[in-house]
């Protein structure tokens, strides 16, 4: 993929390049030290995701995202800021991620991980050989819920801005997707939802957000119908698919069968964008959120030992590594990760990464290392 970086600092703009030509997944096309500059430059050259700097003078990163998203909505976006605040504003305008100055290595690969997330570019440039693949270019998603709630237009090949009217109305819409189709009592609606309001004007919102949600639904995605009957609600999909749903069932297929399914496999693991409605922190989602986290650790996982198996050990090791800065304490992802930088002959590395882990135990969770994790040590030792 090629990527242009912007900012305005030209030291900042050579680190980022030597880094990321160090990884050697993108190709670095153009540097610009505005966000004018980058502009202009869109216009000419095919450009696959620009590194943006937040804070620049005349025209902002942020400015810039949102002129981008508008001209040119299949350009992947990550943020470049020494100010963590504008985090929520970055994802807020659909970033794939945004990275802290200054930038290390190993947070710069878990973003370009994500890059290819990009559900445009990933649904045009799968080969058609892949499984996965023609089951998904069967069933492109119209409702997106890994990270934030968001609908995507099939035709415009982008997210479908949608402007709530209030939080609840969104939530109450997230909700009937996450329970399938099924019947919701009214009663359960308004105890979930509006729990400290007194019942008649707890149902005054309700019927509000089931308005606005009809409302929306008739322009933005008419196939689906919300339907009441018997005092309960249920959302009715047409045929219309959540990334969410296709991608546990495709955890539960591929589990266990990773080193047959290898294409479609690296394709399903491509579609996470982050947890399951983690933007949001709705407290009912969060068991669903732990299984599909616990299957995507075990995927990613297994395709990393089937990688290493193959010879594969650089890919072996981005899995891992990314793998671990979500899972941080996990013993299996040290494991593995040392002995797969045994694996590629670097034993250093390997001592480094017990070392590590064993800090981060220490220091953070006041326990040790399980005696599988000191054992490998010891014998690389």
């Known amino acids: 993929m090629r990527a242009m970086l912007v900012d305005d600092e030209k030291p900042a703009l050579v680190h980022l390049e030597r880094l990321i030509r160090a990884d050697g997944r993108l190709e670095v096309i153009s540097l610009c030290t505005s966000a004018r500059e980058g502009i202009e430059l869109l216009q000419k050259e095919p450009i696959d995701v620009v590194f943006l700097d937040i804070g620049m003078p005349e025209m902002n990163g942020l400015e810039a995202a949102e002129y981008i998203q508008q001209h040119y909505p299949g350009i992947a976006i990550i943020f470049v800021t020494a100010y963590s605040e504008y985090a929520v504003e970055a994802f807020d305008l659909q970033a794939i991620d945004y990275l802290l100055k200054p930038i290390g290595s190993t947070r710069l690969q878990k973003a370009i991980a994500r890059i290819s997330v990009n559900l445009r570019a990933e649904i045009e440039e799968l080969p058609a050989a892949s499984p996965a693949a023609k089951t998904f270019q069967a069933e ?131 579609l996470w964008r ?52 979500d899972e941080p304490y996990a013993e299996e992802v040290c494991r593995e990760l040392m002995t797969t930088y045994e694996a590629a002959g670097n034993k250093r590395l390997a001592r480094e990464c017990y070392q590590a882990f064993e800090q981060r135990l220490d220091e953070e969770l006041g326990t040790t290392p399980e005696i599988k994790t000191v054992q490998i040590y010891e014998r690389l030792s």
């Open 274 to 325: 982050g947890g399951y409605l983690a933007h949001h922190d709705y407290t009912w989602a969060e068991s669903r959120a732990e299984k599909l986290e616990r299957q995507r650790f075990r995927l990613t996982l297994e395709f990393a030992q089937v990688q290493k198996n193959k010879g594969s050990v650089d890919e072996a090791i981005r899995l891992l590594i990314a793998l671990q800065e």
């Open 140 to 270: 492109t998603p119209g409702i997106l819920m890994f990270r934030r709630l968001e609908l995507y237009d099939l035709q415009a090949k982008q997210v479908f801005p949608v402007k709530w009217r209030t939080t609840k109305s969104q939530e109450l819409f997230a909700y009937l997707l996450h329970q399938k189709e099924q019947w919701i009592p009214r009663d359960e609606l308004i105890e979930l939802l509006w729990t400290d309001m007194p019942n008649d004007k707890a149902a005054t919102h309700l019927h509000t957000s089931v308005y606005q949600i009809r409302k929306l639904l008739k322009t933005g995605k008419p196939e689906m119908t919300l339907e009441y009957r018997q005092e309960s609600y249920r959302l009715l999909r047409g045929n219309v698919v959540t990334d969410a749903e296709y991608v546990e069932q495709q955890f539960e297929q591929l589990i266990g069968c990773a080193h047959e399914e290898t294409e479609a496999v690296n394709w399903i693991l491509s």
